[in-house]
T-cell receptor, first 115, second 111 residues
Framework: DVKVTQSSRYLVKRTGEKVFLECVQD?????MFWYRQDPGLGLRLIYF???????EKGDIPEGYSVSREKKERFSLILESASTNQTSMYLC??????????????FGPGTRLTVL | GNSVTQMEGPVTLSEEAFLTINCTYT??????LFWYVQYPGEGLQLLLK?????DKGSNKGFEATYRKETTSFHLEKGSVQVSDSAVYFC??????????FGAGTTVTVRA
């Protein structure tokens, strides 16, 4: 059974803190994604990676960075957390096909609150 | 660019009622279309998909048909159960890695 895991289900941080969200997949997938989910806005893509050490900006990359040192692990970093980054963060992965038909597999999400 | 518009919720139904959630899209080329479902406390999972015009995706009693002429991919189920209570997302995939998601529709089914 396919598995995408995220390091925390709930996280509370203070404004200005550096925050790391970790995601691990066990499907040997090439592609990994970070989204944020906000009510009424659906899912918005922050960053994605199509290979180790490769990354591309999504639709809303400002205030975020990512790291992919190993194929199975993709980290989202908030360099200096702000209250408008309070959200649900979802990680996903998909296989190597650069194709719109590819199914993405999602982790359970991390609900981040920045105070 | 690509975009997806889906019916706003929330939608509340009684068990065994008919469910339809409208989804329309704007895209260049020949996108693939998806419905994902998010059960309470979980991440998203694929419900069904269709990769070309007139294809019908189906799973767990849900169906959706890719209609190019009306740029639509409406989700339907003939008889819902309490366990179908979830948030449903329509999504579009184009010739890159990315998916474009609709805003999501919250469905609550009452016994």
């Amino acid at each position: 059974d396919v598995k995408v895991t995220q390091s925390s289900r709930y996280l509370v941080k203070r404004t200005g803190e550096k925050v790391f969200l970790e995601c691990v997949q066990d499907m040997d997938h090439e592609n990994m994604f970070w989204y944020r989910q906000d009510p009424g806005l659906g899912l918005r893509l922050i960053y994605f990676s199509y290979d180790v050490k490769m990354k591309e900006k999504g639709d809303i990359p400002e205030g975020y960075s990512v790291s992919r040192e190993k194929k199975e692990r993709f980290s989202l970093i908030l360099e200096s957390a702000s209250t408008n980054q309070t959200s649900m963060y979802l990680c996903a992965s998909s296989s190597h096909q650069r194709s719109g038909t590819d199914t993405q597999y999602f982790g359970p999400g991390t609900r981040l609150t920045v105070l | 660019g690509n975009s997806v518009t889906q019916m706003e919720g929330p939608v509340t139904l009684s068990e065994e009622a008919f469910l339809t959630i409208n989804c329309t899209y704007t895209a260049t080329g020949y996108p693939s279309l998806f419905w994902y479902v998010q059960y309470p406390g979980e991440g998203l999972q694929l419900l069904l998909k269709a990769t070309k015009a007139d294809d019908k995706g189906s799973n767990k009693g849900f169906e959706a048909t890719y209609r190019k002429e009306t740029t639509s991919f409406h989700l339907e189920k003939g008889s819902v159960q309490v366990s179908d209570s979830a948030v449903y997302f329509c999504a579009l995939g184009s010739n890159d890695y990315k998916l474009s998601f609709g805003a999501g529709t919250t469905v609550t089914v009452r016994a």
